[in-house]
């Protein structure tokens, strides 16, 4: 039997401008994961198990373009793994689908390193990425590779498309609340959307993008320097920013405030965006109330995850 788990991610700032090419920092949270277990099994074929998207089922009765299918297919096919062996898989995470913590990232880096062991046939990191990066296009569109990169190293990340992959020191242990508006909101619309407002008016809105690259550039310089507060700041900027992209939405706008109001330092959505999840940065003491005000407010639910 081989396993491998792979954890959520939060995107600290810069998203949607980084599918633009402006860098962005993203930050793994490993108080949720996908895990995976591979087996053998003494009947013909591959039999799927992922109770938390309900699914029960053959391999060969699932669509071909079904995501864990394709990780599966395309897989097997990159590392001639043909005729397919006769195997269980066993999916369970607790990220929530559709909420901006990277799920189908995670469940494909967990997917990908379980299977290519099974197959005695272990991938390296860089490979894992390259791969899971190729998945993420089919079902994201024009994404940037941002959450497959950070899901796969588990890393902090400054993250620039195209660029090599930079991690980053932190000055002073941060305290993020994370909290679920409940409402799922898949990421390749949002991302959508932004493009159609970028290709009617490029001039306008690489200049946003700009000035979302300034505030990720400052973002990595605080944390390194340890000015917490400084980086309260910047996420206010960088949720203004993303209101004018049309990614933020009602609730989003609402609880934002609700955190800002108990205390937080600093808070914006994090990721697609429209539902999902938003983070607010605290100080350790205040993590507790933020948390509450955020729950009684509304939030399906709330992580509190430190950075070091
Ligand atoms: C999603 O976590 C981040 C986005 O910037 C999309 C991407 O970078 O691929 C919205």
Redesign the pocket.
């Known amino acids: 039997m081989t396993t491998s788990s792979a954890p959520g991610k939060i995107?600290l700032c810069g998203?949607?401008a980084?599918?633009y090419g402006r860098p962005?920092l993203a930050i793994p949270v490993t108080q949720v994961h996908a895990d995976v277990q591979v087996s053998s099994r003494a009947r013909a074929g591959i039999w799927i198990d992922a109770p938390d998207v309900n699914l029960h089922a053959e391999l060969n009765t699932l669509a071909s373009d079904h995501p864990i299918a394709s990780v599966i297919n395309n897989l097997f096919f990159l590392l001639h793994a043909v005729p397919f062996p006769n195997l269980e898989i066993k999916i369970d995470s607790t990220i929530p689908v559709a909420s901006?913590l990277?799920s189908g990232a995670a469940v494909t880096v967990a997917l990908t390193r379980a299977l290519s062991s099974y197959l005695n046939h272990p991938l390296t990191d860089e490979e894992v990425n390259g791969f899971a990066y190729e998945i993420?296009k089919l079902y994201?569109g024009?994404?940037?590779?941002?959450?497959n990169t950070v899901v796969t190293y588990a890393k902090p990340v400054y993250f620039a498309k195209g660029q090599p992959i930079e991690t980053f020191k932190v000055g002073a242990l941060f305290t993020i609340v994370i909290a679920d508006t409940g409402i799922s909101a898949p990421?390749k619309e949002?991302?959508g959307d932004v493009r159609k407002l970028w290709e009617a008016d490029q001039k306008r809105w690489e200049k946003v993008f700009d000035e979302v690259a300034d505030i990720s550039f400052a973002a990595r310089r605080v944390i390194e320097e340890g000015w917490i507060t400084m980086l309260g700041v910047l996420m206010d900027e960088n949720h203004a920013l993303l209101q004018q992209m049309t990614v933020s939405s009602p609730e989003l706008d609402r609880l934002v405030e609700v955190a800002r109001k108990a205390g937080a330092l600093g808070a914006k959505l994090s990721?697609?965006?429209r539902g999902g999840n938003l983070i607010a940065l605290v100080d350790p003491k205040m993590a507790e109330d933020v948390s509450v005000s955020l729950k009684e407010a509304g939030a399906k639910n709330t992580i509190v995850t430190q950075v070091s």
């Open positions: 995107i998203e949607h980084v599918v962005a901006g990277g993420e994201h024009t994404p940037s590779g941002i959450d990421t949002s991302v990721g697609g965006g």
